[in-house]
């Protein structure tokens, strides 16, 4: 009789899962954070070492792979059930690497991240995988990057952060949120406004370097600057959507005046504040696909690389998507072919490209009017 093997691998990872969570549809999570971690040490080749927290490790298959394959020197590894330290350790050990320069801890994030600001430790990139919000662990977690270094940070609080529970929304977001067609880039943009202040008020700035949903987990790396850049405040803006017409406004908070009112005479819904900036840095995206091309052991799958240049075609300017079933419903009947639509408003001087967030949705500075002429147009 033959036993099933228990091990799991993915990328340089061979590793035992355990029983709790995991699911590898996550891969291009995980691949993509080797390779933030590879891009982060090619910034600087000099540097001697990159250190990393993994703070929800469930079975440590991020800490494990940014010791295989992103390079690593320092890897904290850390879950807060207790049932899954002997898993985290067990695993870890393939790295070959000794404590201090591998650690495993099975505290709350609340208390490792305590730990880590009274002691004065730093991390080059520091990867929580949550579940929920992350609003209650936020400051802390950004005081556990160093300048320069990443924050990777997942959330899962869907019916928040989409507006389909408006008061939990504001207790976790402190944030209007309404319910709307765009609803993954909608998250991404609460969640990196969240990041934006939260950074703000420890007198740092951020640069989004990535971010993306399957429309279940909410994930955005940013990096974690110094100070804001010049006019980093003007990026948290308010965003108005019409149920009647389907225009998507917005505005900074700086300038916010007249939003509620859609130029079709119905009154819009508003959300925010929520980050109005770009959500991808699209030369780091071609880096990140340069490094993968450029090395003879592949971390990414195919899957996870052709999600990375579809984002590393859409950097999230301007900041309102919309939905090309809003645009069919005004102009009645299908709608038009995106490409043949956008290719007409690009032929106009507008602004005009696909959504690299979610499928069928597309981004334009075009007036809302004029993006329903053209729609017209090229059906
Ligand atoms: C999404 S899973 C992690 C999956 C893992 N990163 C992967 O890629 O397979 C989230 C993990 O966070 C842990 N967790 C939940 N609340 C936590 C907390 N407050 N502090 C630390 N870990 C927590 C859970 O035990 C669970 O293993
Ligand atoms: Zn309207």
């Known amino acids: 009789m033959t036993t099933e093997p228990t091990h799991y691998c993915e990328g340089q990872a061979r590793l035992e899962l355990g029983p709790g969570f995991f699911r590898p549809e996550s891969r291009p999570s995980r ?27 469930g079975c440590g298959i991020r800490a494990l ?44 994030i609340e208390k490792l991240l305590a730990t880590c600001l009274l002691q004065e430790r730093r991390f080059d990139l520091v990867d929580l995988d949550a579940f929920g919000a ?64 939260a950074a703000w008020g420890l007198g740092r700035g951020i640069r989004p370097l990535l971010s993306f949903s399957e429309g ?54 508003l959300s925010g504040p929520l980050w109005r900036g770009p959500l991808q840095d699209v ?25 990375l240049q579809r984002l590393s075609a859409d950097d999230g300017l301007p900041p309102e998507a919309s939905d090309v079933a809003d645009l069919a419903r005004q102009l009645g009947g299908g709608p038009p072919p995106l490409e043949s639509l956008l290719q007409r408003l690009r032929q106009r001087g507008w602004r005009a490209q696909a959504s690299g967030i979610a499928p069928g949705q597309f981004r334009s500075n075009a007036p809302w009017d004029e993006v329903v002429r053209e729609g017209a147009k090229a059906r």
Not at 91 to 107: H, I, K, M, T
Request: aromatic content about 4%; hydrophobic content about 45%; charged content about 20%.
């Open 31 to 57: 691949d993509f954070g080797v390779l933030l971690l590879r891009w982060i040490q090619a910034q600087s080749p000099d540097r001697v070492g990159v250190g990393v927290l993994d703070g929800m490790a």
């Open 65 to 108: 792979r940014y010791g295989l394959e992103g390079g690593a020197t320092e890897v904290l590894a850390n879950d807060a059930d207790p049932e899954r330290l002997p898993l985290l350790q067990a695993n870890l050990a393939a790295l070959g690497l000794q404590p201090p320069a591998v650690e495993c801890s099975a505290l709350t």
């Open 134 to 197: 992350p609003t209650a662990f936020l400051p802390l977690a950004l005081e556990a990057v160093r300048f320069g270094g990443i924050l990777y940070l997942a959330s899962t609080d869907g019916r928040s952060f989409t507006g389909h529970d408006r008061t939990a929304a504001l207790r976790r977001l402190g944030a209007a949120v309404r319910a709307q067609p765009c609803s993954w880039e909608l998250a991404l943009r609460l969640q990196l406004g969240l990041i934006a202040r």
């Open 216 to 269: 279940r987990t909410f994930r955005c790396a940013v990096q974690v600057l110094r100070h804001p850049a010049v006019g980093e405040e003007q990026l948290l803006g308010m965003q108005a959507y019409c149920h009647h017409c389907g225009s998507h406004r917005g505005m900074a908070l700086l300038k916010i005046r007249d939003l509620v009112r859609c130029s079709c005479g119905q009154e819009a819904v």
């Open 283 to 307: 030369k780091v995206l071609q880096q990140l696909q340069a490094l993968e091309a450029g090395t003879a052991r592949t971390s990414a799958t195919s899957a996870s690389l052709r999600l």
